[in-house]
């Protein structure tokens, strides 16, 4: 049985799409004791110093595979090679994306269809192969990652907000196909999260860490959650913003 007793996180190895994320490899770490980890990145080559901290962790092993997120064609050869190499996939996380550049994307449409087409199109693709493959072997979990910004989007970060907005409401589409099958979707509502990718930024109020993250993800898995705010208290922020009036709303910061 995939589920242990029914419920926790689903036995298998642990795949990580974007396998330099400071919050995948925070999850990954901490699913690693007695795992197989696959980290799909750019570069596979170079991820070192990942491996070794996942070995560390106590993963049984870890392997890297070659994987562009944006080229989507390559998407299911890929998904379906490393099931058909690694056997039943446990956990399969969703931890790509870009944040982009807002001036930038307002004034050149190729950098504002880049941003969408990593944080969006690429997502819905590689979910939409996770779902067929994860329901052929009749369970497992997948993590995926909107954020406070898809939930009502800000004039200040309209771009990457859109992107996240419509995979927000593509994840709860797919959870609730997902129903009765086996296979459960956690959906991860983060808000500023310290990191790599938020470099340089003024922290946001309710800010916290990859691995504040990583601990919230986790007992998502074990207590299968559909959805889940990090931290908690967005969820009370998620409510109030539907009320703010949009005179207001268009001058709120990111």
Not at 55 to 65: F, K, M, S
Not at 91 to 106: N, Y
Not at 125 to 139: F, I, K, M, P, Y
Not at 194 to 217: C, E, I, K, L, N
Request: charged share 20%; glycine share 12%; net charge positive.
């Amino acid at each position: 049985m995939g589920l242990r007793g029914g419920r926790g996180v689903a036995a298998g190895p642990v795949l990580v799409l974007g396998g330099r994320s400071e919050i995948g490899l925070e999850v990954a770490r901490r699913l690693a004791p007695g795992r197989v980890v696959i980290l799909a990145a750019r570069r596979s080559a170079a991820l070192t110093a990942e491996v070794a901290a996942l070995e560390a962790a106590g993963a049984t092993a870890v392997h890297c595979v070659e994987f562009d997120a944006d080229d989507t064609a390559s998407h299911a050869a890929l998904l379906e090679k490393i099931a058909a190499k690694h056997g039943r996939i446990g956990v399969a996380v969703l931890a790509f994306g870009i944040l982009g550049d807002q001036a930038r994307a307002e004034e050149d449409p190729a950098h504002a269809v880049a941003v969408v087409h990593t944080d969006f199109v690429a997502q819905v693709s590689v979910l939409t192969t996770l779902a067929g493959l994860l329901r052929a072997q009749g369970d497992g979990q997948i993590v995926v990652f909107s954020s406070i910004a898809g939930v009502r989007v800000r004039r200040a970060n309209y771009v990457y907000g859109s992107a996240k907005a419509g995979l927000d409401g593509f994840a709860c589409g797919l959870a609730d196909a997902l129903h009765g099958s086996g296979v459960q979707l956690l959906l991860v509502r983060s808000g500023f999260v310290v990191g790599r990718m938020t470099a340089g930024m003024d922290a946001a109020p309710f800010a916290s860490t990859p691995g504040q993250v990583a601990d919230a993800v986790v007992e998502g898995l074990r207590k299968h959650s559909a959805r889940i705010a990090v931290p908690r208290i967005l969820n009370l922020v998620f409510l109030a913003t539907r009320f703010v009036p949009r005179s207001i709303w268009r001058r709120m910061p990111r």
